[in-house]
């Protein structure tokens, strides 16, 4: 048997390059091809918008969430987060009738709730998964008991202004589009032109190691939590804006999971220590895609969720595999 030229090592070089770096270009140039034939009037205006429109509020959450992943841990509180901080904005808006207040109380409230996160991760040396799976009960349960079964609904004063943010164009465009794009640039940047970034996936990749190399990692878990949390909080502002009236019990519901799916099939790293922020802005769209093209082909919406779950298993199989390699 001949053995293999450096040509054709070269190629399998190339191409397993290929597939590790732009396997969510490839895969999101899949999909695409998948739905305009599945309905051939896929790729026109109105369309590519609605995807950016149902996908931002999450997608705003993932962009923390890709942070927290790449940084070796999980956050599960996200849909409660979320719900907790949209249904008390809507309190603070029909209160103080002031639409910058409302903001700045919902990213505030944000940072409060990723710094809780945070610490009690890393003052309290409590496992990230069992920290977010106490406040995501937590959250949950403080808005359920405030709203006492019942909505939180924008009064008529700021009904009009306040549903224009979330509801808006500026040029065509819609608000929500553009507030998606914003905070993954903004992300990218963060985590592609600052050292924070860099701490982010030492920490993600050794944690001991990056401790001896001098990284502060206690600050570094927690200002990642922190600022997801952020983003969480204007998810929410967003959130309300949007529906104008937030039920406690079912308001961010699954947020988490798809945060999670979107980060998981944009080529992040399960493990932490490698992430792609342009791969979970891609990711973000793709579970949109599979949603939509779900929909043309009549599937019930009741299996969302198992989708959901399978490409998160198969997302984290791919990596296995390249792993092994």
């Not at 069992?130 to 079964?149: D, F, K, P």
């Not at 939180?152 to 306040?162: D, E, I, Q, S």
Request: contains cysteine.
């Amino acid at each position: 048997m001949k053995g293999l030229s450096v040509k054709d090592i070269n190629w399998k070089e190339n191409w397993r390059n290929i597939t590790t770096n732009y396997s969510h270009w490839l895969s999101f140039i899949l999909l695409l091809v998948v739905a305009v034939i599945v309905s051939p009037a896929f790729l026109s205006w109105n369309n590519l918008t609605n995807l950016f429109v149902q996908g931002s509020i999450v997608g705003i959450c993932a962009m923390g969430m890709s942070l927290i992943i790449s940084a070796g841990m999980i956050d599960l509180s996200v849909g409660s987060s979320v719900a907790l901080l949209s249904g008390l904005g809507v309190l603070v808006l029909n209160s103080t009738q002031s639409i910058p207040l409302t903001l700045l109380f919902c990213l505030g409230g944000g940072m409060i709730v990723g710094l809780v996160n945070g610490l009690l991760v890393t003052r309290g040396r409590i496992a990230p998964f069992i920290v977010t799976l106490a406040t995501m009960s937590a959250w949950r349960s403080v808005i359920n008991q405030l709203g006492q079964g019942g909505p939180f609904t924008v009064g008529k004063v700021m009904y009009a202004p306040f549903r224009n943010i979330a509801a808006g164009r500026l040029f065509g465009i819609p608000h929500l589009m553009l507030f998606l794009i914003l905070i993954s640039f903004v992300t990218a940047t963060l985590m592609g032109k600052t050292k924070f970034g860099t701490y982010v996936y030492a920490v993600g990749s050794n944690q001991q190691a990056a401790r001896l190399s001098g990284i502060n990692v206690n600050r570094v878990k927690t200002l990642i939590f922190t600022y997801a949390g952020t983003l969480y909080g204007l998810a929410a502002f967003l959130l309300a804006s949007r529906l104008t009236s937030i039920q406690a019990a079912s308001a961010g519901s699954g947020y988490e999971m798809d945060a999670i799916a979107a980060v998981a099939i944009g080529g992040t790293s399960m493990d932490g220590g490698r992430g792609k922020i342009l791969g979970t802005f891609l990711g973000v769209l793709m579970l949109r895609i599979i949603n939509t093209v779900l929909i043309m082909a009549n599937v019930p919406p009741f299996l969302n969720g198992l989708v959901t779950g399978v490409i998160i298993i198969v997302a984290v199989l791919a990596q296995s595999t390249k792993k092994g390699k």
